[in-house]
């Protein structure tokens, strides 16, 4: 972090996050002179911004003198109102304390109220608690206190780990410095309860680099604020096991705070150490010494065996200390060695006698052991521990054979019994699928780890020969070809269905056909005829469109879709509906005047055709013939 | 046996012939036609076999359609059924045909793909 913020800055904003990030880290700044130079050059007097940069650079770097005019002081003052952003208010009020000019406490505690109210974002809320901070003492705080906790309500809890806000690290960050710089200065305890200042801690400083400068400046802030208020200081325990094996003794701890400075004052104890396959506790309250700022425990001196153990340390000695139960998993690591390497040709039935061969590691069988169908190859060992005697079962112990001319290997398990003893048979007959059949030199290779040893085996321990019954040509082992393009899927699509030919169809549309003919000759024979069409404008236009609207079926089939269709039919089938109507009303007007007339006389309906006439609602039986009056 | 079944048919014809007025001859000859037609389809699906099914269908049916209509329609213009439909005059009648066959039409030719 001290690279980035030792590095060139062009503008005042980005000396001031340097320069001031560099001295809360503690760190010194480079080049003051050069940097004092350049704020007084890039001072301008009528920005509070640029006071505000320059009067807190002034107040890390000694030596660095801000002229201050009235018109400075009262811009400054004029700032300070409910009109401007929280921003202003917030750099006005700091430049004004360290420029060391007088300002009205009481005054800024209810501008700030005021803008809480209308800027409820954190950002603001935060720069309001860092403006509060640099207040009088006699101001009422109280309210601005209480923002504190509704903020710390307002973070993000993520899987219990971590807690920041959704706004982000600058966020979380800032609102740790201004919450501790505040309740400092009033001297009250943050209501930020323990667990929730371990989380603040593993989100602010998860990130290992930085985006931006400010970014780095307000992980620097909240670093010194943790380390240095009066309330919490968060411990950080690392540890430094650098070789937990049995030659050295000792494991060590760096319990520092959270700038890694290392605290001196506490005492560091193991509350209790157990293994944690078998439970049993190793180490109860043993204190760690302190040696030139590491804290040494020698644990070694008891003798534990190797395997994985959880240490629980406390630290204790100042009251503010936060996290300082600790939870470390500790690796005891040792060497193996194998014991009593024993390998014997045994016969199926038992009938010659074994012929055993002892191995001592790591050198080879001399002679190579031969074995047909009719015999078994057995090997025994045990694995001991090199620093304590006692028997170790770790988890891999392979027995690998290994075929010198077709490359080809197989590994089998060797299982321990009842006492430790690692037993490993071939059974020839019984195997031979796993070796193909392939007859031949196989070395053999014994493979032992774990991961609380220090030194995994691979020992080449003897060559056998097997001799498989059915033996085929050695064929050499071909990779497997996973690999490969496989070859290509050719799509079918879906075959048509079969066709009638052409000319059975043709015979048959003119078949169907045909019955029209036969329409049209028996209404000639009937004698229907069209001798009663009128031409009137209705009529023309009702037959016109009825043509349109079966042309319209026959484009309906060819190019239209239905919503067209519909839009369509239901113009033309509008007006072919009232010409029709009208013509089809004419027609029977028609057919009912022919029937009736009036008496010239007595202009009385007179009706004349006897036959029963059927119109509308006017059909009735006519049944008289002349007018009743007169009879004519 | 066969005999009476010719005298029959030949003396209902006889009457058919006198009776009826030529406006129903008409319509039954489109009747007939109508009949020809959809047994044709038929015996080209039964021949031939179903291949565009929607289009036997459509056809079919349209057959079908056609001419239920047009026996409604002679229902309703005969003169001797005038109790049966005081308020439907052949004219409404023949209104009513064509509206049902262009609903008709509509369909079978959405369904004849």
């Given at each position: 972090m001290q690279n980035l913020l030792s590095q060139q800055f062009t503008d005042l904003e980005s000396a001031y996050y340097s320069v001031v990030g560099l001295t809360k880290l503690g760190a010194t700044v480079p080049d003051h002179e050069v940097r004092k130079t350049f704020v007084k050059s890039q001072l301008d007097s009528t920005s509070v911004d640029s006071l505000f940069f320059a009067a807190e650079i002034s107040r890390a770097i000694s030596g660095c003198e801000i002229p201050v005019s009235n018109e400075t002081r009262d811009l400054l003052l004029a700032a300070v109102s409910e009109d401007s952003t929280m921003t202003q208010i917030h750099r006005a009020v700091s430049a004004l304390s360290s420029l060391g000019l007088p300002l009205a406490s009481q005054e800024v505690v209810g501008s700030l109220t005021a803008r809480i109210n209308k800027e409820d974002n954190v950002m603001a809320i935060t720069m309001a608690l860092q403006t509060a901070s640099q207040l009088s003492q006699q101001a009422e705080l109280g309210g601005i206190l209480e923002e504190i906790e509704d903020l710390t309500a307002r973070l993000d809890d993520l899987g219990g780990l971590y807690l920041q806000f959704e706004e982000g690290l600058e966020a979380t960050a800032m609102f740790v410095t201004a919450a501790y710089s505040l309740s400092d200065h009033v001297d009250m305890e943050p209501p930020i309860k323990e667990d929730q200042v371990i989380q603040l801690v593993n989100s602010i400083f998860s990130k290992k680099s930085w985006d931006s400068l400010s970014e780095a400046f307000s992980v620097a802030s909240a670093a010194a604020a943790l380390s240095g208020n009066r309330f919490h200081v968060p411990v950080v325990v690392t540890a430094q096991?650098?070789?937990?094996?049995?030659?050295?003794?000792d494991s060590q701890l760096l319990v520092t705070d959270v700038i890694s400075q290392p605290l001196d004052s506490a005492n560091v104890v193991v509350e209790s150490a157990y293994a944690v396959a078998s439970k049993t506790a190793i180490l109860n309250q043993a204190p760690f010494t302190i040696n030139d700022g590491i804290f040494e425990l020698n644990f070694m001196s008891s003798q534990p065996a190797s395997g994985y153990y959880q240490f629980t340390i406390a630290v204790t000695g100042d009251s503010r200390l936060v996290a300082n139960h600790v939870e470390l998993k500790v690796k005891v690591s040792t060497e193996v060695a194998v014991t009593n390497m024993d390998l014997s040709v045994v016969d199926k039935d038992q009938s010659i006698g074994t012929k055993t061969t002892r191995v001592d590691y790591p050198s080879k069988a001399k002679s190579s052991f031969t074995a047909d169908s009719h015999q078994n190859f057995a090997m025994s060992f045990q694995l001991v521990d090199v620093n304590t005697g006692v028997e170790l079962t770790p988890h891999q112990t392979f027995v690998r054979l290994h075929n010198q001319k077709t490359g080809q290997e197989v590994v089998f398990v060797a299982e321990p019994d009842s006492k430790n003893l690692y037993k490993f048979e071939l059974d020839t007959a019984e195997r031979k699928s796993e070796f193909d059949s392939i007859s031949g030199t196989y070395s053999l290779y014994l493979i032992v780890g774990d991961a609380t040893l220090e030194n995994p085996i691979l020992w080449n321990v003897a060559d056998v020969i097997l001799k498989f019954v059915d033996e085929e040509a050695p064929a050499t082992v071909q990779p497997k070809t996973l690999y490969v393009p496989k070859p290509e899927i050719q799509h079918l699509f879906r075959e048509p269905e079969k066709k009638p030919p052409t000319v059975v169809s043709n015979t048959f549309t003119a078949l169907i056909l045909s019955p029209f003919l036969l329409l049209l000759i028996l209404w000639f024979k009937l004698g229907a005829n069209i001798s009663s069409f009128s031409f009137s404008p209705s009529t023309i236009l009702f037959h016109l469109g009825h043509a349109a609207m079966l042309g319209l079926m026959y484009v309906y089939w060819t190019h239209l879709n239905m919503f067209q269709t519909l839009k369509y039919l239901a113009i033309i089938g509008g007006v072919t509906f009232l010409a029709g109507n009208r013509m089809l009303a004419q027609k029977a007007v028609k057919r009912y005047a022919w029937c009736t007339s009036e008496c010239m006389i007595h202009d009385l309906l007179v009706i004349r055709c006897s036959v029963r006439a059927q119109r509308g609602s006017h059909s009735f039986f006519h049944s008289f013939i002349h007018c009743h009056v007169c009879n004519n | 046996m066969s005999n009476s079944v010719i005298s029959v048919i030949s003396r209902f014809l006889d009457e058919y012939g006198t009776t009826t007025p030529n406006k129903l001859k008409v319509v039954d000859a489109y009747l007939l036609y109508i009949l020809l037609t959809g047994a044709l389809q038929f015996l080209y699906c039964l021949l031939v076999g179903t291949f565009p099914f929607n289009s036997f269908l459509s056809g079919f049916i349209s057959c079908v359609g056609s001419f239920i209509l047009a026996v409604c329609l002679r229902i309703q213009i005969n003169p001797q059924n005038k109790g049966d439909f005081l308020s439907i005059s052949p004219e409404r009648a023949f209104a009513d045909f064509l509206f049902a066959h262009t609903v008709l039409h509509l369909v079978v030719m959405n369904f004849i793909g």
């Open positions: 096991v650098t070789s937990p094996s049995l030659s050295l003794s | -």
